[in-house]
C-alpha cells in the first residue's frame, strides 16, 4: 500500500505515551487500531503522579522540545479540566536551581526562582500542568475514538505478528521482552494516597540519583504523597515501612499532612532504558514499518505529546 492516509497502523500499548501517539495518528488522518494488553485505567500511566516536568528521562538534548511540545497542548487542555484531567497548578521544586536544567527551562513560562517564605532553602517556583490520570487516560481514549480509531484488549507477543503495515511499539516496560531490548528497566515507585487536608500547591524534593524522594500532589482524588526511585526492583506490592517513611517525610514539610487519612496505597513500575528514550523508525523481517517510541522513564506524560508528534512524522512516510 502506499502509505497514504488510508494506511492502517497498529499502535502495540495503551498508556499515556501509546493513546497520545494514536491520537496524533488519528487525527492526522491515519487508520488507527490500539492494542492493548489492559485497559488504560490497569497500566502503569494510571499511577503517575502526573505533574509535568523532565524528571528521570534521556537523552537531555532531546527532551526538552518533547517536553515543551506537551507542555503547550496541556496548557490549552487545562481550559477545561473537568473534561480533559488537566490544570495548571503552582508549587516548588525544592533543592533546584535554573542554572541546572536545560535551554528548555527559559522556555517554561514563569519559572523563576522561589522566595525564602515559599521554601527554606534553594528551589524553583513554577505553575505547571498537573495531569489527573483517572480522568486523563479516559479522556484520550474517547478522543481517539472520536477521530475514528479503535481500542482492542489483545496481547501481542511478537510484534512481527501484528497484522498491519505500520507497527508503532509503545509498550513501555513490554519492550524488554518484546523486542527484545535489555536496557529497558523498571525504576520502582511506591505512593500514598491521603485525605487532602487542604494543601492546594504541590511540592518536590526530588534529585536524579537518590532511592528515595520527597514530593505532595494535590489532586481530585486525594493528596499524592511521595516516593520511591528503585532500580531494576520488579515488585509491585507496597511496602508499608516504605509507606510509613513517604508520610514521615511529607509532613515533615507540612504537618497537617500526619494525621491524614490513607485512601490507598500504590506502586508502578517505571519503563526506564539505560540508553534514553528509543524513538526510530526501522522495518520488521517482512520488510514493513516498525516504529519505536518506548524508554521514557519517569517522564512519560511530560513527554507524551512531543514524542506522539516524532513518532507520527515516522510514520506518515511509510512504505
Known sequence: MDGGPSGDVVVVGGGVIGLTTAVVLAEGGRRVRV??????ERTTSAVAGGLWWPYRIEPEALVGDWALQS???YAELAARPDETGVRMVEGVHGGTRLDGLGPWAAQVPGLRAAHAGEYAGTALWARLPLVDMPVHLPWLRERLRAAGGVVEERTVTDLAAVDAPVVVNCTGLGARDLVP????HPVRGQLVVVENPGITTWLTAVDDVSASSTYFIPQPGGLL??????????STEPDPEVAERIVARCAALRPEIAGARVLEHRVGL???????????RTALSDGRTLVHNYGHGGAGVTVAWGCARQAAGLVLPAA
Open 181 to 184: 531490548d535489555p536496557g529497558v
Open 35 to 40: 492494542w492493548t494488553r489492559e485497559p488504560a
Open 270 to 280: 517505571r519503563p526506564a532504558r539505560r540508553a534514553g528514550v528509543r524513538l526510530e
Open 71 to 73: 507542555y503547550a497542548v
Open 225 to 234: 504523597l511521595g516516593g520511591t526511585a528503585e532500580e531494576d526492583v520488579w
